[in-house]
């Protein structure tokens, strides 16, 4: 937690789901009580494919939908790419960005996802920029400065429109089941916060820093209470709205 900034949970169902998977969605907006919407924000980003349907069906709740990825431009001839402005469009008002399997799969290094980045904002977007080492940099002791790196490369020096937030997923923990120790987090997120503070000033103090990797109902009370964890980014524990409901859940006792 940071005190001033509100949580986020926000779940990423990556390359998961179809239409029948849209019952999750709704079980999750009618679960996002009073309770949990006085302490937090929730959103889910969903697959392209979902987007619409998905915002229509929480047009009148609290629960926002957003997407995975975006291109740098507003539009033209990029064949299976989505812009800001599609996604907008859609009815979501997030999107991710830099993901580590964007970044491994296809080949996204940091200065495309500062573009992305500035074209999520651009669009008044939530715009959740991810960073992480990988297991090999971890085990050579490079996690910090892989961190400044990935956050001075990916993130626009100035935005106008939107909400920057910066997830820490360390790629090792991602899918594994494996989390880093409640100390390594609090080193991690102490860091960042105080590289925004250096690159941003004042408004440094106020972006949202996740945490993601392997997080579950079992252990996000432990993650989430630690220091400028301002919430969480949930890879397959969002697919199940009683489990990113869990992981919510967490945040009614921290
Ligand atoms: P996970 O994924 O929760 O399945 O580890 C997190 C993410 O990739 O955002």
Redesign the pocket.
Known sequence: MTPGIRPLVAG?WKMNGNTASLVEIATMDAGFTEALQEKIDMLVCVPATLLFQASQMVMNGNLRTGAQDCHAKASGAHTGDISAAMIYDAGGSAVIVG?S?RRADHGEASQAVCEKAAAGLGEGLQTIVCIGETEEERKAGKTLDVLKEQLAGSLPDSWEKGELVVAY?PVW???TGLTPTADDVAEAHAFMRAELVNRYTEIGNGIRLLY????KPGNARELMAVANVDGA?????SLKAADLLGIAAAYLDI
């Open positions: 990423n993901h399997e997923e923990a991602i899918g993601g990797g392997s997080v980014l949930v890879g397959g524990a």
